[in-house]
């Protein structure tokens, strides 16, 4: 069995006493981390190591950066999402590990503060999607399992939120973003969260504003999307809410698959 986690983190080196204590506890096998803000150069490499496991990030100063951790080597790894040279944000790092290709998704959030679609963000964010779904489609010609999991700023359906008339308008539901995801899974990925749970508002995202945590206002937005042959030995797939009501959380928390071997 291998156990895969995926966690929005909102700065590795300030939420690292959370993370640490959930390792040790949940023990995945590999865990891909987003929201990172930090450099690579000072990210917390000694801390995992120490724990057992490998480390590849992708870092950038106070904003984005991606990590693959795994108790495993991992090879092959690439640093970019494929598709535009001039594309400068650390939000994808992809590798091999255990024998499955497994990439770390900081997608695109789209918005303004104001919660509406952005003139500039937005139309980045879809292009990025775009870019996703083309590298997507060329990585099953490898036929292995694949994951790509991670924060995609996309809630799924209106099962997945909280309040779908708190969020007309954003980029999380806009049409254009969700059928986007859709050509994902015609390309023959599977949600692996979905394809076991058939519960409504289910959640792994919880805004720090207006005590969202305490009264389950939130939307599901970390995903893991599995390519036929690992959807094939998927066994189980959960979200760990613990995390989310410690001190000081990220207002993520893991969301984990297991997949036998």
């Known amino acids: 069995m291998v156990k895969i986690a995926t966690w929005n983190v909102n700065s590795i080196n300030k939420r690292l006493p959370n993370v640490l204590d959930w390792i040790k506890t949940a023990s995945p096998d590999v865990l891909l981390l987003q929201e990172l803000k930090t450099v690579a150069e000072k990210f917390p490499y000694m801390e995992f190591e120490e724990l057992g496991y490998h480390v590849e990030v992708v870092g950038q100063k106070s904003y984005n950066g991606v990590a693959l951790i795994s108790k495993e080597p991992i090879t092959d790894v690439i640093r970019e999402l494929p598709g535009d040279l001039e594309d400068d944000h ?32 937005f139309p980045y964010k879809l292009k990025w999607m775009d870019r996703l779904n083309a590298h997507a489609q060329k990585l099953l010609q490898t036929e292995q399992p694949i994951v790509l999991a991670g924060d995609y700023n996309l809630i799924p359906t209106d099962d997945d939120v909280f309040s779908p008339k708190r969020f007309e308008g954003s980029a999380h539901t806009h049409q254009s973003s969700r059928d986007r995801f859709r050509v994902m899974e015609n390309l023959g990925y599977t949600e692996a969260w979905r394809a076991l749970n058939k519960e409504a508002h289910i959640y792994s995202y919880w805004d720090y504003q207006r005590s969202a945590f305490d009264h389950n206002n939130g939307i599901r937005i970390d995903l893991m999307m599995l390519s036929p042959q690992a959807a094939d030995i998927l066994t189980g797939c959960s979200i760990d809410k613990e995390p989310r009501g410690k001190e000081s959380p990220s207002d993520h928390t893991p969301v984990f698959c297991e997949l036998s071997a």
Do not use: M
């Not at 939000?91 to 918005?111: C, K, M």
């Open 90 to 121: 650390a939000r994808y790092v992809e590798g091999t590990t255990f024998g499955i290709r497994v990439a770390s998704i900081y997608l695109p959030n789209g918005n303004n503060n104001s919660n509406l679609t952005d003139e500039i963000k």
